[in-house]
């Protein structure tokens, strides 16, 4: 028996507008949603540690003892609004250390992990490496990114994107 | 000389529950030159929009406050509309969005895009898309672009299978009214 599928030409619409006389270039266009994107900067950048704050708070809320997975959950929708603003704004070292807190909570919800405690550490590294606070030298990150390491080894924690590691800050 | 586009005459929906990515995207947009475009915090204010406005581009996020948008995908591939059903559709996706990507992808996208957005991310899969001559699949279990590249280049960042391009064991007609049903057997 087989299966039967349409096949549908399906006029670009898209394609037709875009083609039409005028446009941009794609140098120009890039150059140009950078400035745009620039001009975000200093009220994004200044909504990050607002962002940690949240994410304490539900920490906060456990009474660091137990976090739900219902929590667990809420956190790593914050966690991705800090991600794209660490990301789009060039904070490697913060953008890594969220990175590895999306990977122990998604673990974390995976293993039926509830223990405040790991969360806690990572939300201080965060702290740590936020625009404003103090200048870490690479030692000192290293040396912080190695100790949220040996958290996800003592969970059994596993990288969401084992192929991103090779790319980001080496640890000990 | 440099291939060029022209923004201006198209109408975007952005459709995300982060306000940052919004902001963002939206700022990329415009410096594209596409000044019209619209944003919706969740899914359900998405399909509003998207049944009572016209719209060219969709781009969402994965995962949206009130529903996962392969629910909102299929929602739209299933449109009543030509104009929505047909539209192209650019997912962005998180960090954490792992699992959830294949069924998202499988609700009919026409590219995804990880976030956060860089401008020449988002400008070359638009171009991909509107440069592109995909036809529409529709079977049972899936509705929307044809995900064999046999019609054109395929998307940045997609990493060609052999497997996806093998010779298959097809019957092909064409109906009265220009439409090819394959049968796969």
Redesign the interface.
């Known amino acids: 028996m087989g299966k039967c599928c349409k096949i549908i030409p399906v006029k670009n619409r898209l394609g037709q507008l875009l083609r039409t006389p005028g446009g941009i270039a794609r140098g120009e266009a890039v150059a140009a949603a950078g400035t745009a994107v620039e001009t975000l900067r200093a009220e994004y950048v200044n909504a990050i540690p607002g962002e940690i704050g949240a994410l304490e708070s539900i920490v906060m809320a456990s009474g660091r003892r137990q976090i739900p997975v219902s929590q667990l959950k809420a956190m790593l929708d914050r966690a991705g609004r800090l991600l794209t603003l660490s990301g789009t704004f060039g904070f490697d070292l913060l953008d890594e250390v969220v990175k590895r807190f999306c990977d122990l909570v998604v673990g974390m919800i995976e293993k039926d992990i509830g223990d405040a405690a790991p969360v806690d550490v990572h939300l201080r590294a965060m702290r740590l490496v936020c625009p404003g606070g103090p200048e870490l030298g690479e030692n000192e990150a290293d040396h912080m990114l190695s100790g949220l390491e040996r958290v996800h080894t003592h969970y059994g924690i596993q990288r969401l994107h084992p192929e991103l590691a090779e790319q980001q800050p080496q640890v000990e | 000389m440099?291939?060029?586009?022209?923004?201006?005459?198209?109408s975007a929906l952005i459709v995300d529950?982060?306000?940052?990515?919004t902001?963002?995207v939206s700022?990329?947009?415009?410096?594209?030159?596409l000044s019209r475009h619209f944003i919706s915090t969740n899914g359900a204010d998405a399909q509003k929009y998207l049944a009572a406005e016209k719209f060219?581009?969709l781009i969402t996020e994965c995962?949206l406050p009130d529903m996962n948008a392969g629910t909102l995908v299929r929602w739209v591939r299933r449109h009543s509309s030509v104009?929505v059903r047909?539209m192209?559709v650019v997912m962005l996706t998180?960090?954490?969005d792992?699992s959830h990507i294949t069924a998202a992808r499988d609700s009919g996208v026409n590219s995804v895009v990880r976030?956060?957005v860089a401008?020449?991310t988002?400008?070359?899969h638009?171009?991909w898309?509107?440069?592109?001559?995909?036809?529409?699949?529709?079977?049972?279990g899936?509705i929307g672009?044809?995900r064999r590249f046999r019609f054109g280049e395929a998307s940045p960042g997609f990493n060609r299978r052999g497997t996806d391009h093998g010779p298959d064991e097809t019957?092909?007609q064409r109906t009265d009214d220009?439409?090819?049903?394959?049968?796969?057997?």
């Open positions: 440099e291939e060029r586009f022209n923004f201006t005459r198209i529950g982060d306000r940052y990515s902001g963002i700022q990329i947009l415009r410096g594209f030159g060219d581009l995962m104009r047909y192209p998180g960090y954490a792992v976030k956060p401008p020449t988002l400008f070359d638009i171009t898309s509107a440069r592109t001559e995909r036809p529409f699949i529709e079977a049972d899936y672009p044809c019957t092909v220009g439409v090819l049903e394959e049968t796969v057997t």
